[in-house]
């Protein structure tokens, strides 16, 4: 569903080393211009179009789960018991 941007990491832990691959962020003007020359070469990819599907099929069943699913009932749910607003 998305790219992790590693040379855009910020806080407490931006520059410790990830678990996954031992790389920290370098922080500089470059390895950012190349980090996102590299997300836009996967994006126009196969691995972009896997997303786009996955990101798809996720909208489809958030709208289902929202349009008279159990999403829709538990909101109603909490903002009874919580607030004065309904859906």
Request: proline letters at 2%; hydrophobic letters at 35%.
């Amino acid at each position: 569903m998305g790219i992790e941007l590693l040379e855009v990491r910020s806080g407490e832990f931006s520059s410790r080393p990830l678990r996954r691959n031992g790389k920290g962020a370098q922080g500089t003007r470059e390895a950012v211009g190349k980090e996102i020359r590299e997300v836009i070469d996967v994006c126009r990819g196969e691995e972009g179009e896997k997303m786009r599907a996955n990101a798809e099929l996720m909208r489809k069943e958030f709208r289902q789960a929202w349009e008279g699913g159990p999403a829709r009932t538990e909101m109603a749910t909490f903002l009874g018991k919580y607030t004065h607003l309904q859906l």
